[in-house]
């Protein structure tokens, strides 16, 4: 079938209709494994069909007035798929979303005009700050305003039972033997869910979930557990949204941080496919639930966002590495500790004679404070933020000028270093100092620990 169609009206009609791919390059055991590619709704997530699905019910039944405001809680997506459908329409969109969520995801948020508060994500329901009391009160505050409430909106399930369940059934030719989703909302298990039973009452529902969620301990042991915590953004929850009909679910998976990681990585390097966090834990769910059949089964699953909305986390070497989250070789030392190794290639650094412009546009793009100086490939100083401003401050005149100083005229020369091979209580006082730790391994430059460094390494390792 031609992909090429006529001109559409609306970037709205865009959404749903989604393609599907096989996975090939995976071992799948006896099974064959398909993505449903959500990422290619225009707002980029499965989450765009939910949107429309809501805003045309809140007009229907007159909740939603002409120039309203939409109120939500979300992880982000839900949050770009009101902004994508509603601001067209000339609501206003006020988005409640966690601190957690991805640089980018709350760039294209404000990009698209919608009014971000950002919150707590390490905080459970009944705190002031949790998101959905935040959104709440938001909009109790403002007359007229719309919770969307996609927690426990019935126009969030209808929405997959209606376009998303037809669709998977027509493009794997009316045979699908499992349905491998994650709960956020639970829109999509309980929608996805209601239209197999309705068609293919073979067709198993299979839950991943990230390890610290309730809700596969829950469908295990019929106990709710007290949540943990977890990194992959938009599935997994600390409570039983009243949209997720759990009962719907034959098989759960609880997957950790890191093997989703390893597989949304996996999935780009083997398929070209690049994909979201929670697409990592459904990927590696389907596959261990492949892995288990003894005969052959068609399973699907589902890329729900694109991989664009998390360069800077997931596909970010150096964020995983301070997650905790990357297959790095431990060495029991304090190069453990050192985020940009410079053995491994990934110091950020500058030469003596490099302008102060030239480091403070290096601080700014790898976001850190200071930068060790290198010359011919020897450590000859450091420096940071407030040796840079020291120079730089002063009358307007010639200040240009003191940026294109050398980095030489504000480094620091007189270093305290550390060998790798001493322990963690030698940072103390360099920190005391107000210095950063510079760490050798004999004569070799290893690389820098800060405060965060070592916040990190005790968190990783409580």
């Known amino acids: 079938m031609s992909r090429l169609r006529g001109p559409y009206s609306s970037v709205l009609d865009l959404i749903g209709e989604t393609p599907v791919v096989e996975l090939t390059r995976f071992d799948t055991g006896r099974c064959r494994l398909f993505v449903k590619l959500e990422s290619q709704n225009p707002g980029g997530s499965i989450k765009d069909r939910i949107a429309l699905s809501m805003i045309a019910d809140a007009e229907r039944y007159g909740r939603l007035a002409p120039g309203g405001t939409i109120v939500e809680a979300t992880a982000g997506n839900t949050g770009l798929g009101l902004a994508q459908v509603g601001i067209p329409k000339g609501y206003r969109i006020i988005l409640v979303v966690p601190d957690k969520m991805s640089r980018e995801k709350i760039q294209h948020l404000r990009a698209l005009g919608a009014e971000v508060r950002l919150t707590r994500s390490d905080v459970g329901k009944g705190h002031p700050e949790y998101y959905q009391d935040m959104a709440e009160r938001i909009t109790a505050d403002i007359p007229g305003a719309f919770y969307v409430n996609q927690f426990a909106n019935p126009a969030n399930p209808l929405a997959h039972e209606t376009t998303t369940g037809p669709e998977i059934w027509k493009q794997l ?35 991943a979930d990230p390890v610290g969620s309730v809700l596969a301990p829950y469908i295990k042991t019929g106990r709710m557990e007290e949540a943990g915590s977890w990194t992959v953004e938009g599935i997994g929850e600390d409570f039983i949204p009243p949209n997720a009909d759990l009962s719907l ?72 590495a301070e997650q905790g989250l990357a297959e790095r070789e431990q060495h029991g030392d304090l190069s453990d500790l050192v985020a940009r190794s410079h053995r491994e290639g990934g ?13 403070y546009g290096r601080m700014r793009r790898a976001d ?22 020291s120079v730089v401050e002063g009358p307007y005149d010639a200040r240009w000028d003191r940026f294109n100083a050398p980095v030489r005229n504000a480094m620091t020369a007189e270093l305290h270093t550390l060998q790798a091979d001493q322990t963690l209580d030698a940072l ?14 004999g004569e070799e430059f290893i690389g820098l620990i800060t405060r965060i460094d070592l916040i990190n390494h005790l968190r990783r390792n409580r």
């Open 347 to 359: 110091t950020v650094f500058v030469g003596p004679e490099d302008s102060l412009l030239t480091a």
């Open 368 to 389: 850190v404070s200071q930068l060790p100086v290198l010359e011919n490939g020897k450590l000859v100083g450091i420096v940071d933020e407030s040796d840079i401003l």
């Open 428 to 441: 103390l006082p360099v920190f005391e100092r107000n210095e950063v730790a510079i760490v050798f391994d």
């Open 249 to 320: 679910v034959s098989k759960a998976y609880s997957i950790p941080d890191k093997q989703s990681m390893l597989a949304v990585r996996d999935l780009l390097a083997r398929e070209g496919i690049l994909a979201g966090s929670s697409s990592g834990t459904l990927l590696a769910a389907a596959l261990r639930y492949c892995r288990e059949q003894s005969s052959p089964k068609r399973v699907v699953t589902l890329v729900c966002d694109s991989g664009n909305k998390y360069l800077s986390k997931v596909f970010d070497d150096f964020w995983l």
């Open 173 to 207: 030719g009316e045979d699908v033997d499992a349905v491998v989703v994650g709960v956020g909302s639970g829109g999509t298990l309980t929608g996805l869910g209601r239209f197999f039973r309705s068609v293919s009452p073979k067709t198993e529902m299979v839950l």
